[in-house]
């Protein structure tokens, strides 16, 4: 299995351990990702600003996969998405897709809607339960925990149709997989407040209060993300909610990627566990 990588911004910018979790749970599932030289913005933030820019600025990126000969796949869900969303509508209406084009002829490129766009979640899902079962050298048995979807894996359903938008049930089975439990808990589909940190940040911190207050709850050893957005929002801001509201979390906030490598035996240095606000200590049992 190969794959055009598509890091987006966030990825590089700011946490980096989604990436070397990412790249090393791949590499044991024999799965190649093939770095996108050529990449930029995927267009997310341009949505409701410049609904134009947000398809060229896509649509480009999707040039660049197209020319490699390969589907896309990201680890984010804001880039997932956005590219997802932005190669349906151009492949589908072809006034659209011409007009993208006439701006993208200026560069010398050319849309032509010749592959897929892929959550990096979802080559795990085309790998399969058991491949990944082989793979586990260290059963997580015991840990609970809470998986976060976020918001733009899930909707629109009619672009993803990833899961049940209502009852998703593919992560809690990605999980389970390390043998750690999937607890179900209160909130759990909320979105995590991310988007509305710039603009007001009090409410943002009411959301993710929200979220680790459900967490807390389920007695949960750690959160699991899929979205370096989200995850951010709850390494940072829980120390944020713990400060304004004098309530104490401490939850440990991961990517399943991490998880994932944890119970495939991957030294903890090489899936970055280190670099998280809120320490992991429950790892220390199993390495």
């Known amino acids: 299995m190969k794959y055009a990588y598509f890091l987006g911004c966030t990825v590089p910018a700011r946490t980096n351990q989604y990436d070397a979790s990412a790249r090393q749970v791949a590499k044991k599932l024999g799965i190649?990702?093939?770095?996108?030289?050529?990449?930029?913005?995927?267009?997310?933030?341009?949505?409701?600003?410049?609904?134009h820019a947000w398809l060229v600025m896509a649509a480009r990126n999707l040039v660049?996969?197209?020319?490699?000969?390969?589907?896309?796949?990201?680890?984010?869900?804001?880039c997932y998405g956005t590219l997802k969303e932005v190669n349906q509508l151009l492949k589908t209406d072809k006034k659209l897709k011409n007009k993208v084009n006439e701006i993208l002829k200026e560069i010398n490129m050319e849309f032509q809607g010749k592959i897929?766009?892929?959550?990096y979640i979802e080559l795990l899902l085309e790998i399969g339960y058991d491949k990944i079962k082989q793979n586990i050298k260290i059963p997580l048995n015991g840990i609970k925990a809470a998986v976060h979807y976020g918001c733009h894996l899930l909707k629109p359903s009619e672009v993803s149709k990833f899961d049940d938008i209502e009852s998703p049930k593919k992560l809690d089975e990605l999980v389970e997989l390390t043998g750690a439990i999937s607890i179900d808990w209160q909130n759990k589909l909320n979105c995590c407040g991310a988007p509305l940190l710039s603009i007001d940040e009090n409410i943002s911190v009411k959301m993710a209060r929200l979220k680790f207050q459900g967490a807390q709850k389920a007695n949960v050893d750690c959160i699991i993300s899929v979205c370096p957005f989200c995850t951010i929002q709850f390494d940072l801001i829980q120390l944020k909610v713990q400060d304004t509201y004098e309530e104490e979390f401490n939850i440990p906030v991961l990517y399943l990627t991490q998880l994932l490598g944890l119970a495939m035996g991957i030294d903890v240095e090489m899936l970055g566990l280190e670099l998280h606000r809120i320490e992991p200590e429950f790892i220390e049992k199993f390495v």
């Open 32 to 51: 190649e990702l093939i770095d996108m030289e050529d990449q930029a913005c995927c267009g997310l933030n341009f949505k409701s600003v410049d609904h």
């Open 116 to 119: 897929e766009v892929k959550h």
């Open 64 to 78: 660049v996969a197209e020319k490699m000969g390969l589907n896309i796949a990201t680890l984010c869900n804001g």
